[in-house]
């Protein structure tokens, strides 16, 4: 019962330089005692109940694993090799296998490692933030497929032991990681875009934004989706319907399919080292004195709450793709820089790739924001 999981790709990340070959999973032995039994309370494992409540369906065709506390809302279903899945109301996962009910469960002690056999595989495991060694509790599972055939390829659910990170690694022929917030799954927010406007010569501009999601808020208010303003060579925005003036164009949305991070274009970002992290980051995009200040000072106490975090910026034409900004008349320079980040409790081997040079030439307008995916909407 292969799965076809999310995280399957033919890209090779910069962290794993090998060829893996072969399976990249060991053989799981088949689970013993009926399903129903396993899920009893008394038969799961405290570091597990604590943390995620199961039911089984009626029909053994549907497992709802929830935690304990509401992450989410929504029905959204994504189908692999050897199950479905689907968001449940409390924020879960309803699973579903392929091949037929579920017919027997057992819980049983190990570490990732020792199911996983591919470097790639447990690399992505690390990046999305379990530690592949440590022996903790898993559930494994197999389905009936009736007229007296056996399922020979049971499933092996690893549980997230994060209380803010609920989630789930399906550990079967591949593969599969299955988050339970917006770990690139589910609606996360976009903080603080910021846009400044330099023209060379005092005047008129059109800033229009169109998102991939619902803006929640806007300062000072658009109209018709964009902003009119008289844009002075020093930053100033006077908007003559208020006759009021702004340092720069300020909104914040939604995106319903969050981010993913990938490794080797992220970087293993410490509490410690946060501030030179992002000073440098700034300077690198071509920000000035007043533009890093206002980066910094509103993303250092994020980043200094984590031990430590991976922290990607993403491409322009990527972050275009979420948020169209069209100016006019079209500046010389368009600086969009745009972070997404989330906690670690692991040191991630991560690519570190070079930031973008910003040059500032002629008229110019910057960009910045960023998501914080472990942050829930």
Known sequence: MGIDGVNKTTKKHQIDNSVDAGPVTAKIKAPGPKVE?????????????????????????ALTINPRRPVMRGLVGARRGGFTSENSAAGGKIIHLQDGPFKHGEWRTGALKDLITSRG???????AGYDVNDKVSYLVVNADPGKGRRDNHPI???????????????????????PFNGQGGGPVMIRKPVIYVYPERKMIVRV??????????????????AWQMVATPEGTLFDPTTERRFSYLFWEATRPQGFAIDPAQAHLVTDKNAETF???????????????????????PHLEKNDMSLVQFLATDE???YADLQVSPKPDTLIRMFMIFKRTATAVQTGNPALPKGIRKGYTVVEWGGTNLDERV
Not at 164 to 169: A, I, S
Not at 208 to 225: F, H, I, N, R, S
Not at 287 to 300: A, G, I, Q
């Open 37 to 61: 039994t396993a899920l009893l309370f008394n038969k799961i494992p405290d570091s597990i109940r604590m943390l995620y409540g199961f039911e089984l369906a009626t029909n053994k065709k």
């Open 121 to 127: 595989e447990l690399a992505k495991v690390r990046a």
């Open 156 to 178: 092996a659910f690893f549980f997230s032991p994060d209380a803010q990170n609920h989630g789930l690694v399906a550990v079967c022929s591949e593969v599969t990681i299955l």
């Open 208 to 225: 229009a934004l169109q998102v991939q999601g619902e803006v929640v808020a806007e300062y000072p208010k658009m109209t018709d989706g």
């Open 278 to 300: 992002l000073e440098k980051a700034c300077v690198a995009y071509g920000l000035n004195d007043k533009e890093k200040t206002d980066f910094v000072s509103y993303w250092l």
């Open 319 to 321: 972050y275009a793709r």
